[in-house]
Nanobody, 124 residues
Framework: VQLQASGGGLVQAGGSLRLSCAAS???????MGWFRQAPGKEREFVAA????????YYADSVKGRFTISRDNAKNSVYLQMNSLKPEDTAVYYC???????????????????WGQGTQVTVSS
């Protein structure tokens, strides 16, 4: 499975961005997640979504501001980011879960394929 993330950029605080992640290869039954890594910090969980889209999981820091969704017909997952803050600045990565039909999980060890990342910079 190969993942291609896109949609990052430079935005002012309070603005919005929509990230996309297109998968090539079999992702049937797999939850997908978004993670981020800021300079000098460890990679952290942002959001995850089940295969059906009926179950989602968010980090407390983004709850109410970010929305994860997916379109299985396009083999893609999205992250709508609103009310962006400077502390959201990071490289954002998408990933597929290791186990088919597992619920969305915040543990990065539960993901096996990762995209290359897209930079999000929020200016104050």
């Amino acid at each position: 499975v190969q993942l291609q993330a896109s949609g990052g950029g430079l935005v002012q605080a309070g603005g919005s961005l929509r990230l996309s992640c297109a998968a090539s290869g079999p992702t049937l039954g797999r939850s997908m997640g978004w993670f981020r890594q800021a300079p000098g910090k460890e990679r952290e969980f942002v959001a995850a979504i089940s295969w059906s889209g009926s179950s989602t999981y968010y980090a407390d820091s983004v709850k109410g501001r970010f929305t994860i969704s997916r379109d299985n017909a396009k083999n893609s997952v999205y992250l709508q980011m609103n009310s962006l803050k400077p502390e959201d600045t990071a490289v954002y990565y998408c990933a597929t879960s290791r186990r088919p039909w597992a619920p969305p999980d915040p543990n990065p060890n539960e993901y096996d394929y990762w995209g290359q990342g897209t930079q999000v910079t929020v200016s104050s």
